[in-house]
Antibody, heavy 120, light 107 residues
């Protein structure tokens, strides 16, 4: 069965960086695009970007260009998302989400989420 | 970016009730509309994609309809496990955008 398992919660100081991982299993890793979506406390869902696991090519929402980097490691079926220059407004749960096929921006499987807290 | 607006923002309902949630897009998105259910502390779960296609494993009491700019999610007979927040999301253009959510609470 398809599973996306994310790394654990993080607490970071403003200005620091954080790197969240998402390990995929139960399907061919390179067959489906992967997205990252975040959710601030008590708020809605915000799309951050997409990565093609086969090529490593990534595309980011305009808001996150320059501050977010998505990468992948095909040997471990893992995608990564790094956010730099963290601010308090980046406190959120970050989800990886698999694309239904590719790319449709329809999210059929989600990781459990990783809480990133930015606080001085 | 395409704006998605859901109504109502919240509703109270009883077990067995029929519930309808509306989602409106700021421009036509054909049938590129998905619905998700999210319970507290959990990841969203896809219910319906392409406006009316039920995801495998999702109970048939959930249904979706609409095209263009106006869409609805209907739960035909509410069960206790259906109390959650529901989000619509357009997959017509990048960036994909979500509605603000509709919280379904117990009456």
């Amino acid at each position: 069965q398809v599973q996306l398992v994310q790394s654990g919660a993080e607490v970071k100081r403003p200005g620091a960086s954080v790197k969240v991982s998402c390990k995929a299993s139960g399907y061919t890793f390179t067959d489906n695009y992967m997205h990252w979506v975040r959710q601030a406390p008590g708020q809605g869902l915000e799309w951050m970007g997409i990565i093609h696991p086969s090529t490593g090519s990534a595309r980011y929402a305009q808001k996150f260009q320059g501050s977010v980097t998505m990468t992948r490691d095909t040997s471990t079926s893992t995608v990564y998302m790094e956010v730099s220059s963290l601010r308090s407004e980046d406190t959120a749960v970050y989800f990886c989400a698999r694309d239904l096929t590719g790319p449709t921006t329809t999210f059929d499987y989600w990781g459990q989420g990783t809480l990133v807290t930015v606080s001085s | 970016d395409i704006q998605m607006t859901q109504s109502p923002s919240s509703l109270s309902a009883s077990v067995g009730d029929r519930v309808t949630i509306t989602c409106r897009a700021s421009q036509s998105i054909s049938n590129f509309l998905n619905w998700y259910q999210q319970k507290p502390g959990k990841a969203p779960k896809i219910l319906i994609f392409a406006a009316s296609t039920l995801q495998s494993g999702v109970p048939s009491r959930f249904s979706g309809s609409g095209s263009g700019t106006d869409f609805t999610l209907t739960i035909s007979s509410l069960l206790p496990e259906d109390f959650a927040t529901y989000y619509c999301q357009q997959s017509y253009s990048t960036p994909p955008t979500f509605g603000q959510g509709t919280k379904v609470e117990i009456k």
